[in-house]
């Protein structure tokens, strides 16, 4: 019989395997992409591909100027639409830049988990041979006790200062004290990176259920609306949000008050709104910039306000109608721009046709200050001297083609055309609050007055708790990395020399220690001198 | 009262640049008699390590040099401690213009960008002084710090003047105190930290044996390495606050006000792009392979965007942080 040693074979080198190339590709670019070298470069990318959001107009930002750049730079405009630069933070390449820094990111703080795990359970490590080597390190600290008496005296004291301790004996009657501190730095440093993790998918989720919409709302009881999207001057629901999931509640503007400084500058603004939500009674609540409108499923912002004039059109027939007419302000003074539009007037009321050679419209501008030099801007943005000027048009208003128009302009393609003409002359034509102005074919325009109205964001962020709870937790974590300082300490106690062997028992102790700054920290001479002392007082 | 704050910031700009003056006569006289060393001490050496050795070369050269020293290392001292002075009579007059400004407009001084970088400064110098009273060791920086104080204060007063006012309702609330004080605290951290950063550099270079011109400015200032750690702990300190004041309180204010936490308005984009490079410095400096020169041109990049956030954006962008009445 052959004697068969059966103790189990060293696994220390797996045999050696063929490595795939593609496998090895992929291993090298998952290390490559998790470095931080590579982390730091796409923190640069990141930075660097924001900037273009900034210089350009961003679409999500501001619509209107990304249309005037169009005007501005007609050729430009169609290549940067391509490379996505008026949606920058859309676009896929800066999706791709902030992806690869998240993947990165998981990759490098995963393991580091892990880690960390690992450590936090295991006892420290045993001191190292030479302690001398050490960046701090003290020798020959005589004390009286025994060497196990001292080893457990110093443990006690080093958990007092919240040191990790371990206590070993050795065989030759050496004891180490090992002590471990600052596991809290890469706590919160891994706290901090896991929360802006939270924070991306917050934003994502944010993006997937949540809304907005915009609702221009002129003052009066006929002018209140209902959260439907039809209702609204425009909206966006994220991929995950069905309009019947809209809460439901309406609004009413009943009131607006604004108050300005002597330089026009607006001082307050206070909406006061009918609200009535789930078909429940109406109740009455204000809300202003910085305080806005919450309502559990959805909060109303108070953007802006302006004025709406009210005319009274009374046409070849005799039939009036009343328009309430948001004009738009162009200056923080509140001169203000836009159209009073009536395609059905002038139906003779025996064919009862109506002639689309004789629809009216009226573009102009409202001053609530007309200033004394008669200028055509506003001199202060509350209504003290109101002054509408007016250009009249008729014929075809273009209503009728069913290509949806700006409400706030006249169709320029009738104008061009000469379908819808200018009949008041090339001035337009004053009118005072309470004025009448009797046209070339003897009808009738009167400015009868103006209401307020307020621009009103309506939107909804299922994820912003979530997202606050990250940011605060992220910066905890944050505050916790940099403050903190990871070090380690040791100490070797030896039964004094004089007395070699297990006799020392009961005799003194010689005792050298050392210290292990892990991370960058100056202050650690100080506390390793005073680790020291008490060692060598044998005080806590 | 805001004619007060007028004169007072006038007063305080002089006295910085007294402060000036001072930091630089001490650096001019105070330390010619170690300049003097440096020219001298390598001559005799070479002379005597001709004549006999390098043992023999020491004492003498010692002993050369110990009657002069005192005398004019006391002069520069006094110099230095006098720059000190002044420099703590120009903040606290900074902070009597900041104070009659915030009377005058019976509200908190940043209202506007004028006021703004009168803020960001006076926080810029505080801490700034409170280095050089802990560490007089670093001293020899105030020369460039004030110089960088009455760059900034020139530039707000030629620039961005604004008169008195209240402010507009988009700025009335209590996040008004809590966003921008914690970021104009942050910035001024990060601004004076940017002095210690390009002096690091210079030192660093000299320390290298460079003798070219911007590293000789390096001669007289502390050691590259306290530089460096100084330049880290002023960053580590303000990068918390500046997240806390422009990614946390922002964006709950920028809810309350315009709907959205987070809407990329041009200031938001330099604050990010300010954040992403400053937490690039930090992770550069933790990372051993990463040079710390390197580290520290992140952090000079960081200050580069900073900049370009106070001034560029407020000048060049349209937005709805567009409070600067600038220009």
Known sequence: ?540 | MAELSNQLMAAAVLAYLFAMVCYAGEYAFGKRSRVGRAAVRPVEAKQLVGAGGPVAADPPAVADDNPVQPARRDRGELIGRIAVGINVVAVLLHLGGLVTRGVAADRMPWGNMYEYILSTTFIASAVWIGVVLARPAVRHLGLFASLALVVMLGAATMIAYTPVGPLVPALNSYWFIIHVSTIIIGSGIFLIGAVPAVMYLIRNGYEEGRRTFPYTLGKHVPAAVTLERLTFRLHAFAFPLFTFGALIAGPIWAEASWGRYWGWDPKEVWAFISWVVYAGYLHARATPSVKRTVATWIALLGFVTMLMNLFGVNLFFEGLHSYANAG
């Open chain 1, 1 to 540: 019989m052959t004697v068969i040693e059966e103790r189990p074979a060293p696994s220390a080198a797996p045999p050696p395997r063929r490595t795939n190339g593609l496998w090895a590709l992929l291993r090298n670019s998952w290390r490559q992409l998790t470095s931080m070298r590579t982390a730091l470069v796409l923190l640069f990318l990141l930075a660097i591909a924001a900037i273009p959001g900034s210089v350009f107009p961003q679409r999500g930002v501001n619509a209107e100027r990304v249309t005037q750049y169009y005007q501005q730079h007609p050729d430009l405009a169609p290549v940067l639409e391509r490379l996505g630069g008026f949606e920058v933070y859309a676009s896929p390449w800066f999706a791709s830049i902030y992806l690869l820094l998240f993947t990165s990111l998981i990759g490098c703080v995963v393991p580091r988990l892990i880690d960390h795990v690992r450590a936090l359970r295991m006892a420290p490590p045993d001191a190292p041979k030479r302690l001398e080597r050490l960046p701090q390190h003290a020798a020959d600290l005589t004390r009286a006790d025994a060497p196990a008496e001292v080893a457990r005296s110093l443990a006690a004291g080093l958990r007092r200062r919240r040191f990790r301790t371990k206590v070993r004996e050795h065989e030759d009657g050496v004891w180490t004290v090992s002590a471990e501190k600052g596991f809290l730095k890469e706590t919160g440093n891994l706290l901090f990176h896991f929360s802006l993790l939270a924070v991306l998918i917050g934003v994502g989720f944010g993006h997937w259920y949540g809304w907005h919409a915009n609702r221009l709302l002129v003052g009066g009881p006929d002018q209140g609306f209902c959260n439907t999207l039809t209702q609204y001057d425009d909206s966006t629901l994220g991929p995950r949000v069905h309009p019947a999931d809209l809460p439901n509640f309406c609004l009413r503007l009943t009131d607006f008050d604004a108050t300005f400084q002597s330089t026009g500058q607006p001082k307050t603004f206070l909406a006061t709104v009918q609200l009535t939500q789930d078909n429940g009674p109406a109740e009455t609540r204000r809300f202003t910039v910085n305080d806005p409108l919450r309502l559990g499923d959805a909060n109303v912002y108070l953007l802006g306000h302006g004025y709406a004039p009210v005319l009274k059109f009374t046409d070849r027939y005799g039939v009036a109608q009343t328009k309430v007419v948001p004009f738009l302000p162009i200056d923080g003074m509140q001169t203000s721009e836009g159209v009073a539009q009536f395609p059905d007037v002038n139906i003779d009321p025996k064919t009862d046709k109506r002639d689309p050679t004789l629809q009216m419209g009226f573009e102009g501008r409202y001053l609530p200050t007309s200033p004394t030099d008669g200028s055509a801007t506003s001199a202060f943005p509350a209504e003290n001297n109101p002054m509408l000027y007016l250009t009249a048009y008729r014929g075809d208003l273009g209503l009728d083609v069913g290509t949806p128009g700006s409400v706030y302009s006249l169709d320029q393609g009738q104008l061009a055309t000469g379908e819808l003409k200018n009949v008041s002359g090339t001035r337009p034509h004053a009118l005072k609050l309470g004025d009448t102005w009797t046209l070339d074919d003897g009808t009738k325009l009167e400015f009868v007055g103006t209401r307020e109205f307020a621009t009103l964001s309506i939107r909804h962020d299922p994820a912003q708790g979530l997202l606050l709870v990250g940011a605060v937790v992220g910066l905890l974590g944050l505050m916790l990395s940099l403050a903190g300082h990871r070090r380690r300490v040791w100490f070797r106690v030896r039964p004094d020399a004089d007395l070699p062997g297990p006799a020392a028992a009961g005799g003194g102790s010689v005792v050298t220690a050392g210290g292990l700054p892990r991370t960058d920290y100056p202050g650690f001479p100080e506390e390793f001198k005073a680790l020291v002392k008490a060692a060598e007082e044998g005080t806590p």
